[in-house]
Each structure stands twice: as structure tokens, then as C-alpha cells.
């Protein structure tokens, strides 16, 4: 469950925070007995929002954020920094890239932070409830990894890991030898010694299994090389049944298995990708055939006979984002993740995307805690009593401060916003300029 994450010094961000906390104060009166969630409890202290709504004008930086997103997990998961330091090219205010992130897994608190420039990794992190598992400081040189050392792996064993296997070698102007760090210490340990340390593990999972990250293009099946194509049959059937309660006249989805003969050629080449090429292309070799997956969509003809059509040649696209979407939704409601998407409302429909909304503010679906983070710029889901005052948020920008992010619930203290309620139309004051987040646009 998402905390904060906080980003400083990239694309169009300066420095931000995106609060995922309840922060409307005392809990409404029996909140347990309410149809919708208000919020997400680990303890009194500890209370999260379901999802969060981002809007903005055009450029004020919500892709930002979500790439921000993309580009920590890649940190994370290809453990360097090579090509990942894309710092504000008009205000040169910091000369670094920090990713902060606070997250729960059960009643545990997991803390990670990683500063880099271009050339190497000033700084990293790693807290666990109130202890730190470890510190690395290159700035000054100050490493405390003594709280993951083992009598096998002793901290000095640990301290040549970082500096052999996270570090580049390199002289300095008087000829000695200097590690400069490159890649991250986290995901280092948590791949290659897996058994060292129960929490690094657990923040390398949770980060990278853990946290789906969508960019605002593709229908979340990619009908090209089939790299995001469902594997599960079960959500696959559920994802239709959503689809018919949306008006979509669709009798069912299914999802078919397929064989192509290929070459000895083909699959010797495939034979030679590593696992994690052979996964992303989804190809399996079987006795000289490639086997993959596809979808068949059916649908009645005048005669209600079903008649099969290839689910990503004939279908909409409206079609096919609203079928991927369900299916991810599904996935991570079940265990209980957390989808961060762009522009989530892309080709759908306002009165299907409201729905869409509420099924993670609803008791009966979200029983796992899962969290919905998007960019958006409907605005109908602001007067459809779906979203609190914690979950809509509001992006700008100028040059001074780069993008910022502010909810409507941190405008609580300002005397003019006093009144406002989760009852109030969000809706009228936000088209009216009053949270900003708007453009001011003419011809």
C-alpha cells in the first residue's frame, strides 16, 4: 500500500511529494457500515486512499509524474543508472535525481531513497519501521551496512559487493583508484542474495511486482508482439462479464492457444535468448512451433448464432482498452496491488469510466487494499459523488517551481475553501479555476 512517493529533479518536477494519506481529519461517522471506502486502514494512524485522480492542463506535468513512476521501477529493476538521468532542463536549481518511497506491506513501514546524477549514485537507503537495514553515503563516504552483515557475509564481505559488483573502477588526477558507484545496492542484493536479507527482498518485490505502471498509449494488451496479453483464463472470463455490464455487446471472451510451425533457424534463436527475453516475447518453443496466446470475442448475429470474431483485428479500441483495463483492474484487486496509469479514460465512455472508479471504492471488490493512481481529465467523476476531498489532486507548473501537485483536501486551511465538503460539486469549482489545474486558454 503506497504511502508517498517523492520525486525531486526530473523532466519538469523540481520537488514533490504525492501523498497517498487520508487527510480529511477525523474519520466520517460509521465509516465501517459505509458502501463506499473512505479509506484504507493499516491502524488510526496509518490511513490511505483507495485512488487518487490527477488533473491538469495540457503540459503541467501529470506524465511526468507517471513516468517518474516507470523510471524508478526501471531504476529498481535493471539496478542502474545508466540512461535514467533526465533531470529539469530549465531550472538547474538541483543537480541531482531523488526517488523517495514510502510503502506498507501488512503493518510494516519499508522507506527507500536513491540519489544519482549522470554519473554515479550519491546516495541511497534503505528503513524498515523505525531501524535502518542500511545507508550508503558516497559523498562522504560513510557506509552503515553492519544491520545486513551475516556471519557468512561479515561487513567487510558486504562492503566488497557494493564495491566490486555495484562499482565502476576508476583513477583519479593522482593515479589511485576510485569506485564510483553505478548501480543500485537494492535490487543487487535482493536478485543475486536473495537469502541475505528478508526486507531488501521484500522492497525489491514489492516495487517491482507489485507496482503496475501503464503509460497513456496501447489498449493494455498489446496486439503487436503480444507482450502484455492475458495469461490467466480466469480473469480473462471475469474481464468479459464486466465487459457485458458495460453495454458491450459481447457474449463472451476466451482466451485460445495457438501453435505456429517455425524453422530449427527460429527456435535456435529463441533457444539462445535468456529467460527474461523469452518471457517478454511470449514465445514458448514446443516441438518446433511457437505457442502463444490470443483472444476470440463472440458476438450474436440477427439469428443469435455466435459468430467468432479476432479479438484484436475486428474489436474496437474502445473496445480493447476497456477489456485490458478490466483485466489488469482484476488482477491487481485480487492481489491487492497498485496500478498507476496515464490518461486511464483514453476511449471510454464517462458513465463506464465512473464505474470503473468506483470498484475500488466498493467493500464487495477491493478486499486487499489495492490502490488506483491516474491522469484524467474527465471531469465527470468530480460531481458523481465517487472521489473524497483526499483523492482528487490538482498538477501546475511554472518555471520557478517546476510542476506541483496539490490536493483539494490541502486546501482545507485557506478561508475561502472552509466550506467545502465531499457533498460539494467538485465538478463546478474546479471547471471555475478555484484549485487551479486549469488551462487559460482563447483564440
Known amino acids: 500500500m503506497l504511502s508517498y512517493f517523492r520525486i525531486q529533479n526530473y523532466k519538469s518536477i523540481l520537488d514533490m511529494k504525492i501523498d497517498f494519506s487520508y487527510a480529511e481529519g477525523k474519520a466520517p461517522n460509521n465509516y465501517c457500515t459505509l458502501p463506499k471506502i473512505p479509506f484504507l486502514e493499516i491502524n488510526k494512524e496509518n490511513r490511505f486512499i483507495p485512488s487518487m485522480a490527477m488533473y491538469g492542463p495540457n503540459a503541467s506535468g501529470k506524465t511526468n509524474i507517471i513516468r517518474a513512476f516507470q523510471t524508478y521501477k526501471l531504476l529498481i529493476r535493471k539496478a542502474t543508472i545508466d540512461g535514467l538521468y533526465l533531470p529539469n532542463k530549465l531550472n538547474k536549481k538541483y ?173 535456435d534463436y529463441i533457444g539462445r535468448l535468456d529467460k527474461t527475453n523469452q518471457k517478454k516475447l511470449g514465445y514458448i518453443a514446443q516441438e518446433r512451433a511457437i505457442a502463444f496466446n490470443t483472444i476470440d470475442s463472440y458476438h450474436k448475429d440477427t439469428n443469435n448464432n455466435e459468430v467468432i470474431f479476432d479479438f484484436f483485428e475486428d474489436e474496437s479500441s474502445g473496445t480493447k482498452v476497456l477489456f485490458g483495463l478490466m483485466y489488469k483492474i482484476l488482477k491487481v484487486l485480487a492481489d491487492g496491488k497498485v496500478l498507476i496509469i496515464d490518461e486511464i479514460d483514453r476511449s471510454i465512455h464517462p458513465l463506464v469510466f465512473a464505474k470503473i472508479i468506483e470498484i475500488f471504492k466498493d467493500k464487495d471488490y477491493n478486499t486487499k487494499n489495492a490502490q488506483l493512481v491516474f491522469t484524467t481529465h474527465c471531469t465527470y467523476i468530480l460531481e458523481a459523488d465517487i472521489l473524497r ?19 483539494i483536501s490541502d486546501f482545507k486551511d485557506s478561508p475561502e475553501f472552509k466550506n467545502i465538503r465531499n457533498t460539494t460539486d467538485l465538478r463546478k469549482l474546479y471547471l471555475q479555476g478555484f484549485f487551479k489545474g486549469i488551462p487559460f486558454s482563447y483564440i
Open 95 to 267: 543537480n541531482t535525481t531523488i526517488f523517495e518511497i514510502e510503502f506498507f506491506i501488512g503493518k510494516d513501514k519499508y522507506i527507500h531513497f536513491v540519489e544519482y546524477d549522470n554519473n554515479e549514485i550519491k546516495k541511497t537507503l534503505c528503513k524498515v519501521n523505525k531501524g535502518m537495514v542500511y545507508e550508503i553515503d558516497n559523498s562522504t563516504h560513510q557506509h552503515n551496512l553492519k544491520n545486513i552483515s551475516t556471519e557468512e557475509y561479515d561487513n567487510d564481505r558486504i562492503t566488497a559487493i557494493l564495491s566490486t559488483e555495484c562499482s565502476e573502477q576508476r583513477k583519479d588526477s593522482d593515479g589511485n583508484n576510485n569506485y564510483v558507484q553505478k548501480k543500485v545496492f537494492l535490487p543487487i542484493i535482493a536478485m543475486q542474495y536473495s537469502g541475505l536479507n528478508v526486507d531488501i527482498t521484500n522492497i525489491y518485490k514489492e516495487i517491482v511486482n507489485n507496482i503496475s505502471v501503464f503509460g497513456s498509449t496501447g489498449s493494455f494488451i498489446d496486439d503487436k508482439d503480444k507482450v502484455l496479453q492475458p495469461t490467466n483464463n480466469t480473469f480473462v472470463e471475469e474481464a468479459s462479464v464486466f465487459i457485458r455490464k458495460f453495454d458491450i455487446d459481447i457474449s463472451k471472451i476466451q482466451l485460445i492457444p495457438k501453435k505456429i510451425p517455425v524453422s530449427k533457424k527460429t527456435l
Open 389 to 407: 476531498l483526499s483523492e482528487v489532486a490538482t498538477v501546475n507548473k511554472n518555471l520557478n517551481e517546476g510542476s506541483t501537485i496539490r490536493r
